[in-house]
């Protein structure tokens, strides 16, 4: 999620700059951010954290799967030695987690896209630099 998602949206504002279209927006007196980087990111702030409650539920199922099915124990065993081990604070540190990652991911490729040159060139540069480390990254 984290490389195609920021490698995409780099891209896509790297392209955007590098063909005149975020000049365009700021002449015509709309914000880049406010009308680009807003609904990206609020989409992010959606997808990532449902991706992530429907991890969470594929592998209780394939928890209760491999123990009901393949070692042959009941289900009311799973039950209860899933409410043993698994807090609603486990769920919820994973659902703040894809929170954080998704703004994350968001800002950091909609900044890579945004900074680029206005050449074709600075476009795969950029788009790359949105996926990759960020501890290393290159201005386009």
Not at 58 to 84: D, K, P, R
């Amino acid at each position: 999620v984290v490389a195609r998602s920021a490698a995409a949206i780099a891209g896509e504002f790297a392209s955007m700059a590098a063909n005149g279209e975020i000049d365009a927006l700021r002449v015509m007196g709309l914000d880049p951010v406010k009308y680009l980087v807003v609904p990206k990111l609020a989409a992010l702030l959606i997808a990532l954290p449902t991706l992530t409650a429907i991890a969470i539920m594929l592998a209780v199922i394939g928890g209760w799967l491999g123990m009901s099915v393949i070692l042959g124990y009941n289900t009311g065993l799973f039950l209860e030695y899933m409410h043993e081990s698994l807090a609603a604070r486990d769920v919820g540190v994973g659902l703040a987690k894809s929170v954080l990652f998704a703004s994350i991911i968001g800002i950091v490729a909609a900044d890579e896209g945004l900074r680029v040159e206005r050449r074709v060139s600075a476009i795969g540069a950029a788009a790359g630099a949105g996926a990759a480390d960020p501890g290393n990254r290159r201005r386009a």
